[in-house]
């Protein structure tokens, strides 16, 4: 039997692919001679390897392997082990792919042939190859490629080669002939060191970065930027005109011969004359400078040791120099140090420097500064000089310091390394907004789901030009783009942000997130987190920078997050704010970006990464940049961390030896003062009765406490109740008690507010049911908010608590807890804010709406552990104000105008009204008081603003403004149900509708205009979704010499009234082209069967526009009952308005209607058909803002005023 040529091995997927081993398998068969398909598939059977054998048995079962022919064996594994790619994404692939810094010509292209194999490019593959070589070649061969005319592959590849290869033999003609050549430099005292060539041994240093293991023309440094020189092409620590190398450079070109190293030094001190005053310092200096001849001995280059001091509060870096007896800064470092804050005090001294060849260093002076290093703190003089250079630590500080070198000099290799990275990775921390390559993020919206379009809502006047210049930036970047239709649409909420500048949030929570799939991604728990970041030394931590706005958001979804603005519709083109996928979209996306790099934590938009020892923490996260890098995604620099020895991260701070709570966790509970009254004392024991399953043998020590609750008790707070306070607070902050933070566990908000502070508890609901807190917060309120009413305080708690917890509570399902029930209905997450509610908690309700939460009611004696923080704050009021409004005059009225200012000294002289306000302010008293009654039933939405007394929106009129309120509701006798629904909308006082009641009945106009009782109901239609869709039109008169053609709007009941001199088909047609050139055309009219309405010219008309035109049937007119109530109202209103001219008072009678509330929609018709109220006599009652804004941005200025003036 012939010997059989070469062997089979076992296949190992690990080491292999199943391609390669099927072409290893063909050369065997075809050296040995095995045609027969059969015996070929024995062959493959016995020499696959148990492993595989037993997977193609699992593939086949029931069938055997033996049972299947060769050719279907090899095809089965070949499926199962390479299954056919996406040639979308090998495409993508192929199409990224650069050349790498240390990767040779000749490896790349063969990265590329493997990546085209499933891109099926066909014939078009070698030009396909040829552009991907062009365009990711990266270095200056590429340009000489791209100079190339009729550039094929096969030419491109071959020139791409020889010019690698030229390279490396020229650098390697110049770094052997570089040890013989040689210069000798003076140089001036404050540069360091010359410029000097290595030892022969490091000959092949790369000139770029000083690395020995690639060509300069393969340094991935080739295109940086030296910090040192400015120029292009090496980095700092390679510089060869580092520190001030300029003039020696100059006086290379006269050496001889032979290159030395300098050094310095410097002796004298500085001393201050009495007689000089403060001004003057006395500085004697003698310089020398010595030099090493190098000669055949070569004497190893030491880079030169820095270190970095805090100078006035800024991080400076210094060259440590022991020769010199002083520190030295040039001016432009002492310039640049205090570009952004006061500038000391630069003093005259008599100083004198000279180099070694005679030349005078202009010394301008010295000045005193705070320098900081360790846990030391010195004033200290720095001598300030004229020209470039590098900052010089001298002897002086060294001694006053007492710096240790040993572990200056590790921090000071690892802040280098740290250093090159970042600039390696720069474009990553560029300001523009990133782009996510490859991606874009889908939003899944069910497919029974209607549209859901709102109007827009009305920004403040304050607001408006802030809002527009947001649009204009979001615009600007391609964040969104307009659009001109429309089926989904959300309202946007303005967010005044610290800064003053506006974000625009979607109130996506009314639209896409009721019919949308939550996105399904798990967000990672804490413990994986941290089980990420063990054995860690020190720290990184970054911060994306505007980190949903980098995903770009899929076509299809786009239209789901419209956005109607005072602008239009503008449509976002990247993953916005509010969507309710997003956290789980960008949690999936983040770890996709950075999966399998080791000891790197993401949690949404914050990295955290560590490493064993500082070398392997910044390869870590070298790694990380890149991989940003690569995928567009930009870091925002300014809240970015690196090799810290501890960060704060989700709450928690992070360090080597594990994780610790927040001391700002417990702070509430730490600065919590000591009880001062009774009330106080019972919320405290509150707060820890609701632990007290916790805090065994309580009562036992609280005896001292409770001792003071007692009726016969006098109140004496001793040092016995002082001991026990305090104790009781260390046991609350004690792991009895607290407990870390778990994503497997329900998370509760319990907050409360009194009328001096808010409180609120993050509580985890253990597996007993019982809740165990997590962290405690409070703080007391400021001047302005002690006036809001209890709602609004009730309301500020929670907003505190939930920003306050913030990094706990976003992203996550969380449960807000409160003991004031209205507030359960207004914070409610999926309803809609009643129009009515004050603006601040309008604005408070969309902010919520970034959050996942169930809002439940709890009563107050279960709602004790936040009632006691709320009694007991810490004093630390909040420094955020809320936002000004501006409340412009947009009509002149005739006669007098009850305004605000008014309305205020009334209520000062009000008995009633004014105890009403001290009670809001100051807290309502436990006895009844029947004449309040109607005050303490609201009180819980009673609030103060500018002396007036609110309730809700509307002004509570004192008894004096009462009669004067009833003459501005009458002007135009709307009738009594319509005077109530105006009212109603902007003031109150008890018995309010009684009086208006009185006031029509005693109205002789109102009696004369009264309506007959109505003899039949009308036609009841089908109620608009929209305005201006269906329009009912009639002719009232002749009526005071003119015939009025009447429109009304079925869905906001708006009135459009012409006048004309008789009811012609001509007349009606130009009457509607006029409203619908205001309005827009409708889809339907409705009419009687009057000779205009079907005329040919009438019906020609409404055809020529598309709109359906409906007719009343005969001797029926009530089926047109909306025209025939419009008709009605208007003579009525006519009739009571008074005017000189006819237009006078038609455009008074339709102001009076258009502004009031009607009884079927409980909106004023111009809310409806405008989206907004129009301004009126009555906002006058208001308390007006203008004032108060011109005295704050009065002192605003003088503000800054007063800081431009201390920067002078």
């Known amino acids: 039997m012939a010997a059989t040529v070469g062997s089979l091995i076992q296949f190992d997927s690990k080491e292999q692919s199943w391609e390669e ?49 060769y050719q279907e064996l090899v095809s089965l594994l070949k499926d199962h082990f390479h299954p056919k790619p996406s040639e979308i994404t090998q495409r993508w692939k192929f199409n990224t792919r650069d050349r790498k810094h240390v990767e040779s010509v000749g490896d790349y292209v063969a990265e590329l042939r493997k990546l085209a194999q499933d891109c099926n490019f066909g014939d078009t593959l070698t030009v396909m190859l040829r552009d991907r070589l062009v365009c990711g070649i990266n270095d200056r061969i590429q340009r000489k490629l791209l100079a190339e005319e009729g550039l094929t592959f096969d030419r491109a590849f071959k020139m791409a080669v020889a010019i690698e290869a030229a390279s490396r033999d020229m650098e390697d003609l110049r770094s052997s002939g570089d040890h013989r050549r040689g210069s000798l430099t003076a140089a001036p005292v404050l540069a360091v060191s010359g410029s000097q060539q290595g030892p022969p041994g490091d000959s092949k240093k790369c000139f770029r970065c000083g690395g020995t293991n690639h060509l300069a023309n393969d340094c991935r440094f080739a295109s940086e930027k030296c910090h040192n020189c400015g120029k292009m092409g090496h980095i700092r620590r390679v510089c060869r005109m580092r520190l001030g190398d300029r003039e020696k450079n100059k006086q290379l070109k006269g050496g001889s011969g032979r290159q030395m190293k300098q050094t310095h030094y410097m002796q004298g001190e500085i001393s201050r004359s009495d007689s000089e005053g403060d001004d003057m310092f006395h500085l004697t200096e003698s310089v020398k400078t010595m030099y090493n001849m190098r000669d055949e001995i070569r004497i190893p280059k030491e880079d030169p040791m820095r270190t970095q001091l805090v100078v006035n509060g800024k991080v400076v870096t210094y060259e440590v120099d022991t020769g010199c007896g002083y520190t030295i800064m040039s001016k432009k470092s002492f310039d640049g140090l205090f570009k952004d804050s006061k500038r000391p005090k630069l003093l005259t001294c008599g100083l004198k420097l000279k180099t070694y060849g005679g030349h005078v260093v202009p010394v301008l002076g010295a000045a005193k500064v705070k320098v900081q290093h360790g846990g030391s703190v010195k004033n200290l003089a720095v001598v300030v000089v004229k020209g470039p250079g590098a900052s010089l630590l001298g002897r002086g500080w060294i001694k006053a310091l007492k710096i240790d070198w040993e572990k200056v000099n590790s921090v000071l290799e690892g802040e280098e390394a740290l250093q090159e990275v ?61 659009v001109k239709f429309s089926d989904w649409a959300a309202p946007i909420v303005p967010i005044l942000k610290p800064d003053g500048t506006v974000r625009i949030c979607g109130d996506y929570k009314l639209t896409v997130n009721k019919v949308s799939a939550l996105e399904q991604y798990p967000i990672p728990r804490m413990e994986d987190l941290i089980a990420c970041l063990s054995g860690g030394e020190k720290y990184t ?32 083109t990247r993953l916005p704010f509010g969507v309710s996928s997003s956290p ?94 009774v009330t106080e004392l019972k919320a405290y024991l509150g707060l820890l009765n609701f632990y007290n399953r916790f805090l065994p043998n309580l009562s036992t020590l609280l005896a001292p406490l409770h001792k003071l609750l007692r009726k016969d008790e006098k109140w004496v707070w001793g040092p016995d109740q002082e001991r026990v306070f305090k104790l009781s607070k260390e046991l609350l902050q004690s792991d009895r008690v607290l407990v870390h933070y778990d994503e497997r566990k329900e998370l509760i908000l319990s907050c409360d507010a009194s009328p001096y502070g808010v409180g609120a508890v993050l509580a985890h609901r253990m597996p007993d049911g019982q809740e165990k807190p997590i962290g405690f917060a409070s703080r007391t309120l400021g001047a302005a908010e002690r006036n809001y009413s209890q709602l609004d305080k009730e309301g500020l708690a929670v907003i505190f608590g939930v920003q306050y917890f913030h990094k706990y509570l976003y992203g996550r399902k969380s449960i807000i807890c409160t003991d004031h029930k209205p507030l359960v209905s207004l914070l409610n997450e999926m309803k809609a804010v009643p129009q009515m509610a004050s603006q601040r908690i309008m604005r408070w309700a969309v902010l919520l709406r970034a959050y996942e939460y169930v809002i439940l009611y709890r009563e107050g004696k279960k709602n004790a552990n936040a009632d006691g923080l709320s009694r007991l704050p810490i004093s630390e009021e909040s420094d955020k104000e809320s936002p000004e409004e501006h409340v412009l005059v947009m009509e002149e009225m005739q006669g007098p105008v009850l305004r605000s200012e008014q309305i205020k000294k009334w209520t000062t002289k009000d008995p009633t009204l004014a105890k009403v306000r001290e009670y809001i302010q100051r807290g309502w008293p436990n006895h009844k008081n029947s004449e309040l009654k109607p005050f303490e039933v609201r009180k819980e939405e009673l609030s103060v603003q500018d002396g007036c007394v609110l309730w809700g929106a509307r002004t509570v009129m004192p008894a004096r403004a009462q009669p004067y309120m009833l003459e501005q509701l009458d002007p135009a006798h709307p009738g009594m149900s319509r005077m109530k629904a105006l009212a109603r909308s902007y003031v109150w006082w008890p018995h309010m509708d009684l009086d208006i009641e009185k006031k029509v009945k005693t109205c002789t106009v109102c009696q004369e205009q009264r309506k007959a009782p109505e003899h039949a109901p009308l036609h009841p239609w089908e109620w608009p979704d929209k305005p201006w869709r269906r329009l009912h039109i009639d002719y009232a008169g002749p009526f005071m010499g003119k015939m009025f053609l009447i429109i009304v709007d079925a869905h906001s009941k708006w009135l459009d009234v012409h006048p004309v001199a008789s009811a012609t088909a001509a007349a009606t047609v130009e009457s509607l082209r006029s409203s619908f050139s205001t309005h827009g055309i409708p889809e339907m009219i409705v009419s009687d069967n009057g000779q205009c309405f079907v005329s040919e010219r009438f019906q020609e008309f409404v055809s020529r526009n598309g709109i359906t035109h409906v007719t009343a049937a005969p001797y029926h007119p009530s089926s047109n009952g909306l025209a025939e109530r419009a008709v009605q109202t208007f003579k009525e209103l006519m009739k009571k308005s008074k005017g000189e001219t006819l237009e006078t008072k038609v455009n008074r009678a339709l102001f009076s209607y258009r502004i009031t509330p009607q009884t079927t929609t409980g909106r004023s018709p111009a809310e409806l058909m405008m989206g907004r109220k129009l301004r009126g006599l009555l906002d006058f009652v208001h308390p007006d803002l203008k004032d108060r804004v011109a005295r704050r941005q009065a002192k605003q200025k003088e503000h800054h005023e007063t800081l431009q003036t201390a920067h002078l």
């Open 541 to 572: 931590k970054l911060d994306m920078s505007h980190a949903y706005q980098q995903i770009v958001l899929d076509e299809e979804a786009r239209k789901y997050v419209t956005v109607n603005t005072p602008k239009g519709l503008f449509t976002y």
């Open 422 to 482: 970042l600039v390696k990775h720069e474009t990553v921390f560029k300001e523009e907004l990133g782009k996510l390559k490859g991606f874009s993020a889908k939003i899944c919206v069910k497919k029974e789901a209607n549209p859901q379009f709102y109007k827009p809502r009305s920004v403040p006047f304050a607001m408006r030009h802030k809002v527009e210049q947001e649009l204009e930036r979001l615009l600007k970047e391609k964040i969104i783009e307009p």
């Open 21 to 69: 081993y099927c072409e290893i398998m063909d050369h065997f068969f075809i050296a040995n001679g095995i045609d027969d398909a059969d015996k070929k598939r024995a062959v493959l059977l016995s020499s696959v390897g148990a492993q595989t054998y037993a997977l193609m048995r699992n593939l086949l079962s029931p069938v055997k392997p033996g049972e299947r022919s």
């Open 584 to 677: 789980a979209i960008f949690q999936r996306t983040m770890e996709n970006v950075l999966q399998g790099i080791p000891n790197v934590a993401v949690y949404l938009d914050d990295i955290i990464l560590t490493g064993r020892s500082e070398k392997e923490h910044i390869q870590i996260l070298d790694q990380v940049l890149q991989r940003l890098e690569e995928s567009g995604l930009r870091l925002k620099r300014s809240k970015c961390q690196f090799l810290e020895k501890e960060v704060i991260f989700l709450g928690h701070k992070v360090d080597k030896t594990g994780l610790h709570p927040l001391p700002a966790k417990v702070k509430a509970v730490q600065e919590a003062p000591s009880p001062t009254s």
